[in-house]
């Protein structure tokens, strides 16, 4: 069965909130923020990362109140505004950034750049080689694509991160 604009709409309405319930600190996808344009005329603004603190908190935000690891892509436009975010759910001590996942998700939401976060409930900041090595095989990856990977982020229950590209470790 070939799907219509109206089904597409229909099916994407399923997982949307109402307008008036959208926060400004939580990132809609591209797609949402066009139907809620669309359908109330509300323009939904999304936050732009200008410097490593805006990412921080962005990051920090997004990974609060998280009890098992979580990987997320944020793709950002050439301006740096958000224009999406996807997350992997993972276990305590582990999450599976896959690459084939991280790049159709990068592609779909036409990304400029992406940052890379993820959390460590345990508290430590540090990264693993596991990370480390994930990182720059998934930019590596991203670099072939025209897809700048400008960051990844850990962060931990109490609010501090790591930055890989400020430590030099991507």
Same mark, same amino acid.
């Given at each position: 069965? /070939?799907?219509?604009?109206?089904?597409?709409?229909?099916?994407?309405? /399923?997982?949307?909130?109402?307008? #008036?319930?959208?926060?400004?600190? /939580?990132?809609?996808?591209?797609?949402?923020?066009?139907?809620?344009? *669309?359908?109330?005329?509300?323009?939904?603004?999304?936050?732009?990362? +200008?410097?490593?603190? %805006?990412?921080?908190?962005?990051? $920090?935000? =997004?990974?609060? @109140?998280?009890?098992?690891?979580?990987?997320?892509?944020?793709?950002?436009?050439?301006?740096?505004? $958000?224009?999406?975010?996807?997350?992997?759910?993972?276990?305590?001590?582990?999450? @599976?950034?896959?690459?084939?996942?991280?790049?159709?998700?990068?592609?779909?939401?036409? *990304?400029? #750049?992406?940052?890379?976060? !993820?959390? !460590?409930? &345990? &508290?430590?900041? +540090?990264? #693993? /080689?596991?990370?480390? @090595?994930?990182?720059?095989?998934?930019?590596? =990856? =991203?670099?072939?694509?025209?897809?700048?990977? =400008? %960051?990844?982020?850990? +962060?931990?229950?109490? &609010?501090?991160?790591? #930055?890989?590209?400020? !430590?030099?470790?991507?």
């Amino acid at each position: 069965m /070939k799907m219509t604009e109206q089904m597409i709409i229909e099916e994407a309405r /399923k997982y949307m909130q109402p307008a #008036s319930a959208i926060q400004p600190q /939580k990132p809609i996808c591209a797609k949402q923020h066009r139907i809620v344009l *669309a359908e109330t005329g509300i323009e939904y603004k999304t936050p732009q990362i +200008t410097n490593r603190r %805006d990412l921080e908190n962005f990051c $920090v935000r =997004l990974n609060e @109140n998280e009890c098992f690891e979580k990987y997320s892509i944020i793709a950002v436009n050439a301006q740096c505004q $958000v224009i999406g975010v996807y997350s992997i759910q993972g276990s305590l001590s582990e999450v @599976n950034a896959y690459p084939r996942v991280v790049t159709t998700y990068a592609l779909l939401a036409n *990304a400029h #750049s992406v940052f890379f976060t !993820h959390n !460590h409930p &345990g &508290g430590t900041c +540090t990264p #693993s /080689k596991e990370d480390i @090595n994930a990182t720059i095989m998934l930019k590596n =990856l =991203l670099k072939a694509l025209d897809i700048h990977v =400008l %960051d990844h982020l850990i +962060t931990t229950p109490d &609010g501090r991160a790591y #930055s890989m590209a400020q !430590h030099g470790d991507m």
